[in-house]
């Protein structure tokens, strides 16, 4: 038996989305750009998707772009438009807790002569979106925050900070890196006051090689692929038509019940959190009010690694971090003040609407097996 609750890191594609890849691949196999039908049946494929990923955020289809992923949507996203508003306005606001994809991009940009100010967690571990718009100032033109942190689940106040940058700063472009809070977190983009959103395909049941941007209407961003045009040449490459239809069939498949999975999700995170609560020896690093689908946990004393790999032999998946880090320190749960000690043995347990009571508690179970055999063994 597996159980896997590394959701966060990817998640397993769901029949519906597997079947719409199969059907491209075997039938519906034309290049969208190819002037017969089967380039026809090819584009209609992707008109559609895009119409469904609209319609999940309340937007308008012309605004849904394909990418290869969340990575390239948040460099197109942030170097694109920071290369298009930037010559006048030099400054850029972001987090310290960013995904590596953005936190990267950042790092770029700062070489290119940008500054670029972080904003770190409070001594609460909160970023308030008071301090995110009192960072904005007339020179600001790029602000890029994320939903969720894809390490503790903390939700940034994404919303209430737009919303105050729009109102102080109405040309400051806004960008929110939804991918742990889309299918998960309902929004819709104009009340998020996002001028750019990046989504994954393969953090929602679908698969791995696709994602999506929403471009509000009069955003620019330069282009970072060229090519043929495609995408109305913000992204240029032939469309990757198996792996969009598949991204399409498990947003349709998902947006159906978002609040309900929430709640449901709730429900047992709250089950796992006072489990560990009562348990000696096991520290909660995600607050309360973090997403659901991600519980972070430290068991002092054993390596993330080593527990890792205990818990892999009993055929339980878990991560000691962001996957994108390899295994290597992100320096996110130090921005939230953790020390050392606490950050080394730090585990990441995600969920998904599969996951259930019975599978965490055989996690809690092991957990606590595992945590007196190891630190006995030392």
């Known amino acids: 038996m597996e159980i896997y609750l590394d959701n966060a890191a990817t998640t397993k594609p769901c029949r519906e989305a597997v079947s719409a890849v199969m059907e491209c691949m075997e039938e519906n196999y034309g290049n969208p750009s190819s002037l017969h039908k089967k380039g026809l049946e090819a584009q209609l494929t992707v008109d559609g998707v895009r119409k469904i990923i609209a319609k999940s955020i309340a937007a308008d289809p012309s605004c849904i772009y394909f990418t290869s992923g969340a990575t390239e949507s948040n460099n197109i996203a942030v170097i694109g ?70 390490e503790t689940g903390y939700i940034l106040p994404v919303r209430r900070a737009f919303y105050g940058i729009k109102k102080k700063y109405p040309e400051c472009i806004t960008h929110c890196d939804a991918v742990q809070g889309f299918m998960k977190i309902p929004f819709k983009a104009a009340e998020l006051n996002a001028d750019m959103i990046s989504m994954s395909g393969h953090k929602i049941h679908a698969g791995k090689g696709v994602g999506a941007l929403y471009l509000k209407k009069g955003v620019r961003t330069e282009s970072r692929i060229f090519g043929g045009g495609q995408e109305k040449g913000v992204r240029s490459g032939t469309e990757n038509v198996p792996m969009i239809a598949g991204m399409g069939a498990a947003v349709k498949k998902f947006s159906r019940d978002i609040n309900e999975r929430y709640s449901e999700m709730k429900r ?111």
């Open 81 to 150: 438009a920071a290369e298009i508003y930037g010559k006048r306005k030099p400054r850029i606001v972001t987090t310290s807790i960013e995904h590596a994809s953005v936190k990267k991009a950042m790092e770029y940009l700062e070489g290119k002569g940008f500054e670029i100010v972080r904003i770190s967690p409070d001594r609460s571990g909160n970023i308030t979106h008071e301090a995110i718009v009192n960072a904005v100032d007339e020179k600001t033109c790029l602000v890029s925050i994320m939903m969720v942190n894809n």
């Open 268 to 378: 047992i995170n709250n089950m796992l959190r006072q489990r560990f609560g009562e348990t000696d020896g096991i520290v909660i690093n995600s607050g309360e009010e973090c997403s659901p689908y991600i519980l972070n946990i430290s068991v002092p004393g054993i390596r993330s690694e080593i527990m890792l790999h205990y818990l892999e032999e009993y055929g339980i998946y878990v991560s000691s971090g962001s996957a994108c880090s390899k295994g290597a320190k992100s320096g996110v749960l130090s921005e939230f003040g953790l020390n050392d000690r606490l950050s080394d043995s730090a585990l990441r347990i995600s969920l998904c609407g599969e996951n259930t009571v019975s599978e965490l508690r055989t996690l809690a179970e092991t957990i606590e097996y595992a945590k007196g055999r190891l630190i006995k063994s030392k």
